[in-house]
Every structure is written in C-alpha cells, then in structure tokens.
C-alpha cells in the first residue's frame, strides 16, 4: 500500500481484518513515491490490538529500531520526528516501549499516570497555555540557538516534557514495585 492520502496504515490495517493473510512492505516507511505502508507500524498496532500471533512470529522488541536503523541507511537522516511509532517523539518513547503486550508488565507501568494530570501545574483539573508555556520558556532557554519554533517544540518535548513524564513514570513503577515487596513480607 502506497502513501498518497494518508490512510496506507489503516487501508493495510483493513485489509488484515477482512482476512489477507499478508502484507507486501518494508520495515520503515520509506519507499517510492511518497513512500508505503510499513511493516514496523502495522506489526505493532496488531499487538496492540491483541494478536498475539504476530508476538510469536516476529521479535516486536527491535521492530522500532530496526525502522530506524532502516531509515537512517536509506535516507541519511533519522525518521522524522512525529513518525508514528518509530519517530522521535512517538509515545512510546514517553512511555518506555509499552504497546500493549510487549513490555513485561505494560499496564501496571502506566496504570495511575494521567497526561493531563502531569501537566496541570496549578491542579486546576486542566491544562491550558501557561502550563505548557513553562516547557517552550524552559527550552528556550536551555537551548538559545534553536532556529525555528518547530525545533523549540521538538525540544521542549523531547528534553523537557517527555523526560518529566518518564520520571514520573519511574516513581509510579518503584512506588508499586515496593508495595508489592512490602505485601510479600
């Protein structure tokens, strides 16, 4: 399936339901034209969508690197950054690779985070501008030389709000990792 409306993921993803029993693609997007529908993202929204065959098939762990690795030999570049699943500030990335079904233990790692929760600075119960705002002022300063309001953003999530988010994933993980030794004792 060739990129040429946006739907390629989901006109594959169709086709599987329907009962095709395969697809034709690369591993990363990249391809004639404006590229194609990769293997890389179809796999992983099969996981995520609960087929466990294609956990037994393929090694899912390094599809994500693979496409990236792939992308980078044929382009000279990494992805680009909003690539589902494979870009630089896929969720996943946030979230530490937790597709459903992949990552041992996925959903108590992220059960009990809210996004917007971590972002509600003032605990109003909503994120608005000043919030978000903190992290753009955060980058620039941090980073003087951006030359464009695309790199701010790119920076402010990638160094500053998905680090944050990670962190504070990490302490939710080791808050429940000790209730469970303490519960065991």
Request: charged share 25%; net charge negative; with cysteine.
């Amino acid at each position: 399936q060739h990129e040429q409306w946006g739907t390629m993921i989901s006109d594959t993803m169709e086709m599987l339901s329907m009962g095709a029993t395969g697809i034709w693609a690369g591993i990363c997007g990249e391809g004639a034209a404006m590229g194609h529908a990769d293997s890389c993202t179809v796999i992983l929204n099969l996981v995520r969508l609960g087929n466990k065959k294609v956990l037994e098939k393929f090694n899912c762990k390094h599809l994500r690197d693979a496409a990236i690795n792939v992308t980078k030999i044929v382009t000279g570049f990494p992805p680009y950054p909003r690539q589902p699943v494979y870009g630089e500030r896929a969720i996943d990335m946030v979230f530490g690779f937790v597709f459903s079904g992949i990552a041992d233990n996925a959903k108590a790692y992220t059960e009990g985070f809210d996004l917007a929760e971590f972002m509600d600075v003032d605990s109003d119960g909503m994120v608005d501008w000043k919030e978000f705002k903190v992290f753009l002022i955060w980058a620039g300063r941090q980073y003087p030389n951006v030359k464009n309001k695309q790199e701010l953003l790119d920076k402010a999530f990638r160094h500053g709000i998905i680090p944050d988010m990670k962190m504070e994933l990490d302490k939710i993980q080791a808050a429940r990792s000790e209730e469970m030794r303490s519960s065991e004792d």
